[in-house]
């Protein structure tokens, strides 16, 4: 059974960071992408960003690029978030997940199939 399980989420100022981890086990996590998730309340789930399975490829939505970036180590089986500049609307539960396949360009919830329980992440104005 995969396990994924999400850390580093807090409250923190409009402007600040914050680097979210996600740690892996279960099946051979250097095999696959990875991506990272967001719900915002009462919105639906949207994609935040994928790593490919040897993390020379990443994908950010249009929102996050400049102020996102994603990064894994393997030896730890442990992909992050790191998010700079944080805003307002960059207030949700975050969530990472495991795709079906090594590319990381999966931006749609089907293209993963297992999932942390998510991690909140409240930026203040």
């Known amino acids: 059974q995969v396990q994924l399980v999400e850390s580093g989420g807090g409250l923190v100022q409009a402007g600040g960071s914050l680097r979210l981890s996600c740690i892996a086990s279960?099946?051979?996590?250097?095999?696959?992408?990875m991506g990272w998730f967001r719900q915002a309340l009462g919105k639906e789930r949207e994609f935040v960003g994928g790593?490919?399975?040897?993390?020379?490829?990443?994908y950010l939505a249009d929102s996050v690029k400049g102020r996102f970036t994603i990064s894994r180590d393997d030896a730890k089986k442990t992909v992050y978030l790191q998010m700079n500049s944080l805003k307002p609307e960059d207030t949700a539960i975050y969530y990472c997940?495991?795709?079906?396949?090594?590319w990381g360009r999966g931006s749609r919830q089907y293209d993963y199939d297992y999932w942390g329980q998510g991690t909140q992440v409240t930026v203040s104005s």
């Open positions: 997940a495991s795709e079906k396949t090594r």
């Open positions: 279960g099946r051979t996590f250097s095999n696959y992408a």
């Open positions: 790593i490919s399975w040897s993390g020379d490829k990443t």
